[in-house]
């Protein structure tokens, strides 16, 4: 197991450097945005993906938690939360970064940056009620309650906010117009960079799991 | 089904009896609602805005200061059992879902009675003129419902933690946020006699507090059993 871990952890490192260098020096940059601004894509896109899927794993945690009840299910929610904070901020970061350069500024409250900043604020709140209830079980019940209760918004977030705002952003899910789609060789790139992400998340959340074993134990130990 | 309404009733009377000894709740949601109207009243007045800008500025400010106001004062119907430790009694005394009705309808008149209050007043110092004052009235009364159902099932929450004022806000904002775009929207388009964005706008809030309404009703019962 060890020696798969190891092997895994080195074809991840040469995995991610292979995705750094064509995102920056195989691949030419992309026609009709301003100077290099393109290749922020391929770093951008992959933290948004890993944000939104941590969200999805932690709410399918919490559901499992109130139906099982099993510690486990409360530390993946737990993990895959604050690991979605991470890449939100990121996935913020980068945007902003791209929209100053095409755009103008650096925030316009585009349906896009709306969405990602509740999903930010729901992140930051989960937490915040996290380290406002010491009794562990109950820690676990409300939080996976709020995790739900969050997740009914997304649908709203995701369908309704944006036929009311134009947006600017790309559309990447629903992309019926031919000319704004990625050639072969960008969405090669950004399918591996894609891959690398979630692979480096996975890691992430495994040593996050392995950590909230161990301060488990350790308080049964105690108690 | 009639003696589950009679006893959610029996809980929602019972929540309001005891506000109007005290009106602490009423007194936090009437008094922030109107020295922050007086602020924004005293800051812009009624002359200030340009007349396009109007009606949706104007309802970005009404809506602010309902949500502030609920914000502030709404919190009270879970925390007041806890502090006083009455929680465990109505653990024994009723099933989950009708505390979680009662305590919803409960809020709901306090909220009902914070915009009878506060929006006339509004209409009136800011000169706010409505174009469709009975569709103006619907989004209000939808808004005020699809607010009480969130604040109500995170009022159980947070009365469970340590920090609970602050948390209160921090947790209810994420979830009242899409609403809160839908109800500047239906809004503003109650007051330009918007018909076809008005539709749109209504639908959304009220699927909205829809599917709050079901998700609290399944999830209420794990906040308050344990």
């Known amino acids: ?223 | 089904m009639s003696r589950w309404l009679a006893e959610a009733l029996a809980v929602a009377a019972k929540d309001l009896r005891a506000e109007f000894r005290t009106r602490v709740a009423l007194n936090s949601l009437v008094l922030f609602a109107l020295t922050t109207l007086a602020a924004v009243s005293y800051t812009i007045g009624p002359y200030r805005l340009s007349t396009e800008d109007r009606p949706f500025l104007l309802s970005v400010l009404l809506w602010i200061v309902i949500f502030f106001a609920a914000l502030a004062g709404l919190d009270r119907s879970f925390v007041k059992e806890e502090e006083s430790h009455t929680a465990p009694l109505l653990r024994l005394a009723a099933a989950p879902t009708v505390v979680w009705a009662g305590k919803l309808l409960y809020n709901l008149v306090l909220i009902m009675v914070l915009m009878a209050m506060l929006v006339p007043l509004f209409c009136v110092l800011m000169g706010f003129e409505i174009a469709m004052p009975w569709r103006f009235a619907a989004v209000l009364a939808a808004g005020g419902f699809g607010l009480a159902v969130t604040t109500t099932i995170i009022a159980a929450i947070i009365a469970q933690a340590m920090t609970r004022g602050a948390l209160f806000s921090v947790l209810s904002l994420p979830l009242l946020l899409p609403l809160l775009i839908f109800l500047i929207q239906g809004t503003t388009a109650a007051a330009t006699s918007d018909l076809d964005t008005y539709r749109e706008s209504l639908r959304a809030i009220l699927s909205m507090a829809g599917a709050m309404t079901i998700f609290s009703a399944f999830l209420f019962p794990v906040v308050w059993r344990d």
């Not at chain 1, 951008?44 to 938690?65: D, E, M």
């Not at chain 1, 937490?127 to 997740?151: N, Q």
Request: charged share 15%.
């Open chain 1, 1 to 223: 197991m060890n020696r798969v871990g190891m092997t895994l952890k080195w074809f991840l490192f040469v995995w991610m450097a292979g995705v750094i260098w064509a995102a920056f020096l195989w691949i030419p940059s992309a026609q009709g945005f301003k100077g290099e601004s393109s290749r922020i894509v391929f770093f951008h896109v992959p933290t948004a993906w890993v944000a939104t899927l941590a969200f999805l794993v932690s709410c399918i945690a919490s559901g499992l938690y109130l139906w099982r009840r099993e510690p486990k299910y409360d530390f993946a929610a737990a993990v895959s939360a604050g690991l979605g904070l991470l890449y939100a901020v990121l996935a913020t970061v980068t945007g902003a970064v791209f929209a100053k350069i095409m755009w103008g500024a650096y925030w316009n409250w585009d349906p896009r940056q709306t969405s990602i900043t509740i999903l930010l604020l729901i992140y930051a709140a989960y937490l915040a009620l996290r380290s406002a209830v010491d009794d562990p079980e109950k820690r676990a019940t409300l939080a996976a309650v709020y995790s739900i209760l969050a997740f009914v918004t997304v649908p709203f977030l995701m369908f309704i906010v944006p036929r009311i705002y134009f947006s600017l952003h790309p559309d990447v899910m629903t992309n019926a117009d031919p000319d704004n789609n990625l050639d072969s060789a960008h969405l090669r790139v950004l399918l591996a960079s894609l891959a690398g992400f979630t692979g480096l998340s996975v890691w992430l959340y495994s040593i996050g799991i392995r950590i909230e074993e161990i301060r488990y134990r350790r308080r049964q130990e105690v108690l």
